[in-house]
């Protein structure tokens, strides 16, 4: 893994100033910092005017485990051309299925979890997102967590997060499908990902040689990221140097 700002890994940004490329990232904790209070996620205004110049010299993609409504809310008005919700899934097809499986399953894990304290049970219609940051036990509640959704009628597949277990329909597309999907749409020779988390590594796990840069918000040892940012600071150093290098290969 190496941070992808050194000065020795100059060419590679410069090589995607010279690429027809689509640009995607996840949002909490990589364009935006991670907020105790999940409602209050938003852009610093740097960061905004940064993705806004940003998407006027590349298609970009943000892919997130929100909803696609919450999500494209927090945007700040930046014109993303796509807007990814559910960890890959939405929009797409098999909607209603997949909101029949959260329907059918969420009062069962509702009513496992009731004797938990500091449990809290996002709906995003076609997932769950089961957050125990609250919790004064936090190991015995990620237990209790994984054990409701094992015992689930309906198989559902488990995606970790910080202080949270996302809960998805099985089968779904993640965000790995989804970014293939939109590379393909916008016929773009490859595509370069950043996200931070756990539920990231569907996209850096893709082996896509030549085709596919990712990059990861803060090292890590077992991450499938080819490069790192140090941490989320440092998005708007990477998003000015995207569109230096995009405006020198105009130039040139």
């Given at each position: 893994m190496?941070?992808?700002?050194?000065a020795?890994?100059r060419?590679?940004?410069a090589?995607?100033?010279?690429?027809?490329?689509?640009?995607?990232f996840d949002?909490?904790?990589t364009?935006?910092?991670?907020v105790?209070e999940r409602?209050?996620?938003?852009?610093?205004?740097n960061?905004?005017?940064l993705l806004t110049?940003?998407c006027?010299?590349?298609?970009?993609a943000?892919?997130?485990?929100?909803?696609?409504?919450?999500?494209?809310?927090r945007?700040?008005?930046a014109?993303?051309?796509?807007?990814v919700?559910?960890?890959g899934l939405e929009?797409g097809s098999?909607l209603?299925?997949?909101?029949e499986m959260v329907?059918?399953n969420r009062?069962i894990?509702?009513v496992a979890?009731?004797?938990?304290a500091?449990?809290?049970?996002e709906d995003?219609?076609?997932?769950l997102?089961?957050?125990?940051r609250?919790?004064?036990?936090?190991r015995a509640?990620?237990?209790?967590?994984l054990r409701?959704?094992a015992?689930?009628?309906?198989?559902?597949?488990?995606v970790p997060g910080k202080?949270?277990?996302?809960?998805?329909p099985?089968?779904?597309?993640n965000?790995?499908d989804?970014?293939l999907e939109l590379?393909?749409r916008?016929?773009?020779e490859?595509?370069?990902?950043?996200?931070d988390?756990?539920?990231?590594?569907?996209v850096?796990?893709?082996?896509?040689?030549?085709r596919?840069?990712?990059?990861r918000v803060g090292?890590s040892?077992?991450?499938?990221a080819r490069y790192?940012?140090?941490?989320?600071?440092e998005?708007?150093?990477?998003l000015t140097r995207l569109?230096?290098?995009?405006r020198?290969?105009?130039a040139?």
């Amino acid at each position: 893994m190496r941070h992808l700002l050194a000065a020795e890994q100059r060419d590679v940004l410069a090589r995607l100033g010279r690429s027809k490329v689509l640009i995607a990232f996840d949002f909490d904790g990589t364009l935006a910092s991670i907020v105790a209070e999940r409602s209050r996620a938003a852009l610093r205004p740097n960061t905004a005017r940064l993705l806004t110049r940003l998407c006027a010299h590349y298609p970009c993609a943000v892919i997130s485990g929100r909803s696609r409504a919450d999500v494209a809310v927090r945007l700040a008005g930046a014109p993303v051309k796509y807007a990814v919700g559910n960890h890959g899934l939405e929009p797409g097809s098999d909607l209603g299925l997949f909101q029949e499986m959260v329907a059918r399953n969420r009062p069962i894990i509702e009513v496992a979890l009731a004797g938990h304290a500091g449990l809290d049970i996002e709906d995003k219609r076609y997932s769950l997102a089961v957050h125990y940051r609250r919790s004064p036990a936090k190991r015995a509640a990620r237990a209790a967590i994984l054990r409701s959704v094992a015992a689930l009628p309906i198989a559902m597949r488990i995606v970790p997060g910080k202080l949270v277990l996302n809960v998805v329909p099985q089968g779904a597309p993640n965000k790995g499908d989804a970014l293939l999907e939109l590379r393909e749409r916008e016929g773009a020779e490859m595509a370069f990902y950043v996200g931070d988390d756990v539920t990231d590594e569907d996209v850096f796990r893709l082996e896509e040689p030549g085709r596919l840069l990712t990059v990861r918000v803060g090292p890590s040892a077992s991450s499938a990221a080819r490069y790192f940012l140090r941490d989320q600071g440092e998005i708007d150093a990477l998003l000015t140097r995207l569109v230096e290098v995009r405006r020198g290969a105009v130039a040139s």
